[in-house]
């Protein structure tokens, strides 16, 4: 008895220790592409579910690292506050991110498009005490470029940016609307085809139908890396309490496309990470042919 309780205290302070590691560090993955559209070399840092997550006083580990990997632009892939009050202060999770979209857009643009968080706010508004219109405006105000089923051209590196928006129905774990190519375009219009396509599209599950839209990339989070990542399974569960869920983390491709998974960098309603540290990616993209 007394070996087994030695044992079981032994196995409580690994994993405890292995949580506070894996929410208290940054972890960066990087990935390199090419294409013939792209006329120029571009460094991308993409963000997601960060949830109010503060990495040092002022966000400074975070910020530190961003700008180590001297980016050229910076997205945000939804989810950078948080919409439930379990474990967080609604309106302190969006000072974060106004705070740290403050601090990115000095030096780097800031393309930031919705997860269901910040989507929530106006889904339920009678829920919140601050409306989804003055959630935006402080965005807006602290410097993000507002993705909101709308796309920018960044003619200089030959690439547009589109940010797509889904409603409550994708979100639900027990019945969810599914995501066809035709609700794509009527949400982002016609695949720009003289630029190469990035989409910030927060959900990961949708991966074909973005890819047959025709995103040439795309960056998703939303899964936190399914929690617990499990050696050869990959992530434990997804927000939808599927087990051992697809696209949990990583690079997938189809027809020719690219979808890039981020862990992400927060947490919410259960503060845990397990073999799973918070997630930046790196990205660079280039011209075909360039070193």
Known sequence: MGLLSFLLGLLCSFFTGVIHSDIHNIR??????ADGRVKKKLRMVVLSDLHGRVFGKGNRKLLKKIRSLKPDLVLMAGDIMTAKELFHSIPATVDVACDLIRELSRDYPVYFALGNHESRIAWKPEKYSFTYECMMRRFKEAGAHILDN????????????????????????????HVSREMLKALLGEKDREHYCILLAHDPEFLPDYAGWGADLSFSGHYHGGIVRLPFLGGLISPKRYILPDFTAGCFSLEGRHQLVSCGLGTHTLPVRVFNPAELLYVELKPSGEE
């Open 28 to 33: 960066v993955r990087g990935y390199r592409f």
């Open 150 to 177: 709308d796309s920018e051209v960044l003619k200089e590196y030959g690439i547009r940016i589109y940010g797509l928006s889904l409603g409550p129905g994708h979100f639900l774990a027990r019945r969810y609307d």
